[in-house]
Each structure stands twice: as C-alpha cells, then as structure tokens.
Nanobody, 123 residues
Framework: QVQLVESGGGLVQAGGSLRLSCTAD????????MNWFRQAPGKERDFVAG????????DYADSVKGRFTISRDNAKNTVYLQMNSLKPEDTALYSC????????????????WGQGTQVTVSS
C-alpha cells in the first residue's frame, strides 16, 4: 500500500501561482507514473497532468496547457504541479495518483490516490 500526501493548496487571486506537491510515504514514488486530477464541487473528477516514471514524458489537459507544469524529483520522492496564471475555473480539490506502468503516461487505471489539497482562485 502506498500513501500519497498532497500539499501546497490555498487561496490565490486570479493570475497568481501555486505549487502543489505530492509525496509518497513509503514505497518510492519512482515506481509509478504520476497524475494530477481535480474535482470542482458538483462536477466530475478531471485529469490535469501526468508524468512518466523517469520524467521524460508529460501529458496535459487542454485546459491547463501552457499554464501548468508537472515535474518530479524521485530523489525527494515528490511530484510537483506548478500552476501559473490561475483562473477562477481552476478552483477545485486537486489530488495526485500513481499508476504502475513501466514507461510512458496513462490517465486511467490509477492504483493509488491521495486525499487532495484545495485550491481556490478568487476573481
């Protein structure tokens, strides 16, 4: 079992930035391709960004391309989501998830989930 813990959420004005972190508690995060998802109240959970185990491949939802950057530091057992030019519609609970695939990225079939960190963007 792997526990993922997100941090870095908060309240920010539109146009501002936040950096989210996702850390694994035990097994090394390097074993997993990692994804970020978000869920706004009353809406379905949506894919935001993904990164391969080595970090050489990334994937983004169209809504965040050019504004968000996913990265990882396997030595620190941490995956990041840098969010710039935030918009009110980015307000959501952001969760990280790990998927056990040998290479590449995969939006579906995530094996482990964190509890999430709230991001609120005011207009």
């Amino acid at each position: 079992q792997v526990q993922l813990v997100e941090s870095g959420g908060g309240l920010v004005q539109a146009g501002g930035s936040l950096r989210l972190s996702c850390t694994a508690d035990a097994r090394s995060i390097r074993l997993f391709a990692m994804n970020w998802f978000r869920q706004a109240p009353g809406k379905e959970r949506d894919f935001v960004a993904g990164i391969s185990r080595s970090g050489d491949t990334t994937d983004y939802a169209d809504s965040v391309k050019g504004r968000f950057t996913i990265s990882r530091d396997n030595a620190k057992n941490t995956v990041y989501l840098q969010m710039n030019s935030l918009k009110p519609e980015d307000t959501a609970l952001y969760s990280c998830a790990g998927t056990n695939i040998p290479s590449g990225v995969a939006r579906a079939h995530n094996d482990y989930w964190g509890q999430g960190t709230q991001v609120t963007v005011s207009s």
